[in-house]
């Protein structure tokens, strides 16, 4: 099992009487994606919980639990190799785990369109995830802002990093 570190995150993010609340998950959840579903499913949201998990400076995980419902994105699949959590999304999803020669490239995989109803349509999405000059924890601020939810998404990344 790869460790979590200090970087790792989930932030938990939903609609309350209209107005965008995040709230900064316990970074073990971020150990497995049965454990991240767990957690979205208890918060108190009709319309839906996003989950956006960073892991590292390696890959982030979009989580959208609606009812019974799940839909996921993961940045780069081939973060499989080395992450247990991104070949768990990958076997959720039922997506074939790369072999290493085919690790010359980001590859973005799951619903490309997690987030068109709020906004970024499946290109922007993909392009933010394949920008290797911006590390996951920017690029879900960055989405965050995108979205309208930037500085409760701030506020709840700041305590998770301590800052």
């Known amino acids: 099992m790869t460790e979590v570190t200090g970087s790792d995150f989930c932030i938990a993010v939903y609609r309350e009487d209209e107005v965008w609340e995040a709230e900064a998950l316990p970074v073990a959840v971020t150990d497995s994606l049965d454990t991240i579903l767990k957690a979205l499913r208890q918060l108190p949201s009709i319309g839906g919980v996003i989950g956006l998990t960073a892991i590292g400076d390696d890959f982030f995980i979009i989580t959208r639990v609606t009812g019974g419902s799940v839909a996921l994105f993961v940045s ?14 990958l076997e959720y999803l039922d997506i074939e785990i790369p ?14 369109s997690i987030l068109a109803d709020l906004g970024v349509d499946e290109m922007e999405l993909c392009a933010l995830s394949g920008d290797l000059d911006l590390f996951p924890d920017e690029v879900l601020a960055s989405l965050a ?5 930037g500085p409760v998404f701030d506020r709840a990344l700041d305590g998770v990093l301590g800052q």
Do not use: K
């Open 99 to 112: 072999y290493d020669e085919d690790l010359d490239q980001v590859l973005p995989a799951g619903d490309l």
């Open 76 to 89: 780069d699949l081939t973060a499989s190799v080395d992450w247990p959590l991104a070949r768990q999304v």
């Open 145 to 149: 802002r995108r979205l309208g939810f």
